[in-house]
């Protein structure tokens, strides 16, 4: 099937769900959910299409908040933008659970913004909702359900689709609360150290006009200890750049230490029971939710908490991988 009659057959399937009706954007700002704003414009004319975007306020990248607006005021759409930063602190209190926030704070807000209109997302099969689910529950109808990120790009670039990256990933853009890899137990702690940090990351990326496929900062460690471990690919080869960068993340008060990834790590994980004896979460964790953002190879070393009121689970230490 051609990139061309991709395009037709899903904007064709937009009008034949939506029975041409007025319908709602679940919008990000990414590629994905940019592309189904663009075909949802072209199905049903931008007078029926309005972009709904939850701000999570601090842990938004600055250049993701642009491009949301950036976009709706290119194709002429509508934006209505929610709050649910503070629904977001307190989901995350009780450890990492980014497939929870987007279902019950991102679309469950989302939801109740839109009342009876069907709302469109931009899931796929490259995230867990194309894997597992369908392409329509509940009210929510994702048209880029059958294809993968590589199809999306080629529709993206077949319609002259161009999206600003964040910068923190060639791939899979999102909030920066994502890169904290424990419970957000104190918010002016745990919370600063992580926002603060990955913008002053991508801040100095720009600055020294470094490319990278990776560029974050995960927020490890016990709770009274927030160890950084900053991620790019490829790393740096100019002199000085690497020092640069770790001097500025260690200048952050919230943060006690910092290290440049540049080797194979083993991660020391703890998990409560639940997630813990689910060796199929495990793998997703292991290989869908932590290598892909990480600039060098990863092992894990599992243990069970103690620790009741984790809810999932929680980067406790990390060690160099030793060189068989």
């Given amino acids: 099937m051609t990139t061309a009659i991709k395009v037709d057959n899903t904007i064709n399937r937009i009008r034949q769900f939506s029975a041409g009706k007025s319908v709602n954007i679940a919008f990000s700002g990414g590629l994905d959910s940019t592309l189904v704003l663009f075909l949802a414009r072209e199905a049903l004319g931008k007078e029926k299409v309005l972009a709904i975007n939850v701000d999570f306020g601090f842990f938004a990248y600055k250049r993701a908040i642009q491009n949301v607006k950036t976009i709706c005021e290119e194709m002429q759409v509508e934006l209505y933008q929610i709050s649910g930063e503070s629904r977001q602190r307190e989901m995350m209190k009780r450890g990492p659970d980014c497939n929870l926030c987007t279902k019950k704070i991102k679309l469950g807000l989302i939801k109740i913004c839109a009342g009876d209109r069907l709302i469109l997302t931009g899931s796929n099969q490259s995230d867990s909702w194309g894997k597992y689910g369908t392409d329509y529950s509940s009210g929510f109808f994702t048209p880029l359900f059958p294809y993968s990120k590589e199809e999306i790009r080629e529709m993206a670039d077949f319609l002259n689709l161009k999206v600003k990256r964040i910068g923190e990933h060639a791939y899979r853009e999102g909030c920066k609360l994502k890169h904290l890899l424990k419970p957000l137990v104190n918010p002016d702690y745990h919370g600063k150290a992580v926002s603060l940090a990955n913008e002053i990351l991508l801040e100095q990326m720009k600055e020294l006009d470094i490319y990278s496929e990776i560029a974050n900062v995960k927020i490890i460690g016990p709770l009274n200890k927030n160890i950084a471990l900053i991620n790019i690919y490829p790393i740096p080869t100019k002199q000085g750049y690497l020092k640069k960068i770790t001097d500025n993340i260690s200048s952050i008060k919230e943060i006690d230490s910092c290290a440049i990834v540049s080797k ?61």
């Fill in 264 to 324: 194979p790590l083993q991660l020391t994980i703890k998990a409560n029971k639940g997630q813990f004896n689910n060796l199929r979460s495990r793998y997703w964790i292991e290989q869908g939710r932590l290598q892909p953002e990480f600039a060098a190879p990863l092992e894990f070393r599992w243990l069970l908490t103690t620790n009741h009121r984790l809810k999932t689970f929680q980067i406790v230490d990390y060690n160099y991988r030793k060189a068989n």
